[in-house]
């Protein structure tokens, strides 16, 4: 079993910056990875950044150059630094536990409860 926290959600105004954490009780050899994904009202679920146990991250294209995915190993904890924030930022925040092979994540059913990330123009 492997338990999620974020927290770092808020209000913030177009252009400004937030950061989230995910904290994980454990990690295991297989469930080592994190993915963080958002949701907006009425829409699905999309991945936003993933990191390896060893680093290697990936984005979606709609965030690259202003969101950076971090880790802390030492604290089982995941960090997103999300910059140069958009209207369009404005979702539900969820981290998830899953792996990832250096290529791409591949979320498991360990879910974080959720942070709201408000932008307003």
């Known amino acids: 079993q492997v338990q999620l926290v974020e927290s770092g959600g808020g209000l913030v105004q177009a252009g400004g910056s937030l950061r989230l954490s995910c904290a994980a009780s454990r990690f295991t050899a297989s469930i080592n990875a994190i993915g963080w994904y958002r949701q907006a009202p009425g829409k699905q679920r999309d991945l936003v950044a993933a990191i390896s146990s060893g680093g290697i991250t990936n984005y979606a294209d709609s965030v690259k150059g202003r969101f950076t995915i971090s880790r802390d190993n030492a604290k089982n904890t995941v960090y997103l630094q999300m910059n140069s924030l958009k209207p369009e930022d404005t979702a539900v925040y969820y981290c998830?536990?899953?792996?990832?092979?250096?290529?791409?994540?591949?979320?498991?059913?360990?879910w974080g409860q959720g942070t709201q990330v408000t932008v307003s123009s």
């Open positions: 998830n536990a899953g792996w990832h092979n250096d290529v791409r994540y591949t979320a498991s059913n360990y």
